[in-house]
């Protein structure tokens, strides 16, 4: 008997609505970008396999997995969970070890949903003003959106092509994870490559900086981990489990 209580994990409703919004013809509307936010805001870290109390050297070995979930205060180096990925989005975290930064990037023609699950990072965003293209890199005017701390918890960033710090930086100052939503993901093919950049003070100008577009950083490491959440069904699959 139905008791109609839902048992989907969070990831997977988190999952579900993305794909009801994300794989639409048409833009999502202001009330399904906050439908997807409030869902984004109630997820936690052991929703996705994080265990972000514990300390241990070394935390994907399997000896290190405490009841199954990532020791999010082992990672060492800048660490990628991924959960899932379409032509019209994906979703994964990001494990940041103390001081582990994330340069100056972009998210072209993309929505970013991103949630601080733990931790405290500093982040920086702009937005263009004016740009231009010199010697086929990008150079111009960018608006400061955002140069603050953010502590768990912490609502959702929002992102959009124009607007909201399409282009940011993380730094983080604790051990800390962020959940993210891509809408649609990189793609190099489809003219969505992930490009970096410097930001050049203006001191007349403080809320305002010179971004220059540059080669990716030789010191950014970014190594990959199994995911160990809750796992996510698909669209098409469940026929195929129920068959």
Same mark, same amino acid.
């Given at each position: ?6 048992? @989907?994990?969070? %990831? ?8 009801? %919004? ?13 439908? #997807? ?31 199954? &979930?990532?020791?999010?205060?082992? !990672?060492?180096?800048?660490?990628? &969970? ?14 940041? +070890?103390?001081?582990?930064?994330? +340069? ?12 601080? #699950?733990?931790?405290? !990072?500093? !982040?920086? /965003?702009?937005?263009? =003003?004016? =740009?231009?293209?010199?010697?086929? @890199? @990008? ?12 502590? /768990?918890?912490?609502? $959702? ?19 800390? /994870?962020?959940?993210?939503?891509? /809408?649609?993901?990189?793609? *190099?093919?489809?003219? @969505? $490559? ?8 203006? $001191?007349?100008?403080?809320?305002? *900086? ?5 080669? =990716? ?22 026929? &195929?489990?129920?068959?």
């Amino acid at each position: 008997m139905d008791s109609g209580i839902d048992q @989907r994990s969070k %990831v997977q409703v988190l999952y579900d609505a993305c794909n009801v %919004v994300f794989s639409q013809k048409e833009l999502p509307t202001f009330q399904q970008i906050h439908w #997807l936010k409030n869902l984004l805001d109630s997820m936690t870290a052991v929703d996705v396999g994080i265990d972000e109390f514990s300390f241990h050297h070394s935390p994907f070995s399997s000896s290190k997995i405490i009841k199954g &979930l990532v020791c999010g205060q082992a !990672v060492s180096e800048i660490t990628y &969970l991924h959960i899932y990925e379409c032509k019209n989005f994906s979703m994964g975290v990001f494990c940041f +070890p103390a001081g582990g930064t994330f +340069p100056l990037h972009d998210h072209p023609n993309m929505t970013v949903l991103s949630k601080l #699950l733990y931790g405290s !990072v500093h !982040v920086k /965003a702009y937005d263009w =003003v004016k =740009v231009e293209n010199s010697s086929c @890199r @990008r150079i111009g005017l960018a608006g400061t959106v955002t140069n603050s701390i953010f502590n /768990a918890p912490h609502e $959702p960033s929002i992102l959009f092509p124009r607007s909201g710090g399409n282009i940011h930086s993380f730094t983080a100052l604790t051990p800390c /994870a962020i959940l993210d939503v891509l /809408a649609p993901p990189y793609s *190099v093919d489809l003219g @969505r $490559p992930s490009t970096y950049f410097y930001d050049m003070p203006i $001191p007349t100008l403080p809320s305002y *900086v010179i971004l220059e577009e540059r080669d =990716v950083p030789n010191d950014i490491v970014i190594t990959t981990a199994p995911y160990l959440g809750p796992p996510v069904v698909a669209a098409g699959d469940e026929q &195929l489990m129920t068959r």
